[in-house]
T-cell receptor, first 109, second 114 residues
Framework: GQNIDQPTEMTATEGAIVQINCTYQ??????LFWYQQHAGEAPTFLSY??LDGLEEKGRFSSFLSRSKGYSYLLLKELQMKDSASYLC??????????WGAGTKLIIKP | IAGITQAPTSQILAAGRRMTLRCTQD?????MYWYRQDLGLGLRLIHY???????GKGEVPDGYSVSRANTDDFPLTLASAVPSQTSVYFC?????????????FGEGSRLTVL
């Protein structure tokens, strides 16, 4: 079966760095997405990786290793507004998205 | 820029009633999707449409139906609602040709079936 694993919850301090991991087992691979979802709101797109390596976008970076079935989202200089759930999703060989359950990130002052 | 509009935003419904959740996009995306999101679970795909006139079943299609008469609209119908369909429903769209194919989501419809 297809599976996406990510931690249920993480806590970090304002101004610090946090890494949210995602491991996947899917039928084929056509890209990995990270989305941010604030409580009570819709998910919004953060990043996309299809080749191995690091994609940097401001305070957020996303890394992919296809051979290991592994990705992480790195958030730097954490701000209180970064408190949200972060969803990892993989597009499989049928171009369907398989979603992880999300990681709830709690930022403390 | 509206993006994707869902209606209603919230609804309480008696079991056995019929309900249609509306979804309209103004981005001319070819693909549209309906997901449900339940606590502790990832987004689960109910139905999708890769282009106007075609639809497909997702992971949890039972009890739901969709239609795609044109590019912009993708309504989701619950023929006879049951309490297990209590959830938050998200409509999304994406452009399959070119780019990343990222999904754009509506604000969600919170449905409670009693």
């Amino acid at each position: 079966g297809q599976n996406i694993d990510q931690p249920t919850e993480m806590t970090a301090t304002e101004g610090a760095i946090v890494q949210i991991n995602c491991t996947y087992q899917t039928s084929g691979f056509n890209g990995l997405f990270w989305y941010q979802q604030h409580a009570g709101e819709a998910p919004t797109f953060l990043s996309y990786n299809v080749l191995d390596g690091l994609e940097e976008k401001g305070r957020f970076s996303s890394f992919l290793s296809r051979s290991k079935g592994y990705s992480y989202l790195l958030l730097k200089e954490l701000q209180m507004k970064d408190s949200a759930s972060y969803l990892c999703a993989v597009r499989d060989s049928n171009y369907q998205l398989i979603w992880g359950a999300g990681t709830k990130l709690i930022i403390k002052p | 820029i509206a993006g994707i509009t869902q209606a209603p935003t919230s609804q309480i419904l008696a079991a056995g009633r019929r309900m249609t959740l509306r979804c309209t996009q103004d981005m001319r995306h070819n693909a549209m999707y309906w997901y449900r999101q339940d606590l502790g679970l990832g987004l689960r795909l109910i139905h999708y449409s890769n282009t106007a006139g075609t639809t497909g079943k997702g992971e949890v299609p039972d009890g739901y139906s969709v239609s795609r008469a044109n590019t912009d609209d993708f309504p989701l119908t619950l023929a006879s609602a049951v309490p297990s369909q209590t959830s938050v429903y998200f409509c999304a769209s994406s452009e399959l040709a070119g780019g990343t194919g990222e999904l754009f989501f509506g604000e969600g419809s919170r449905l409670t079936v009693l």
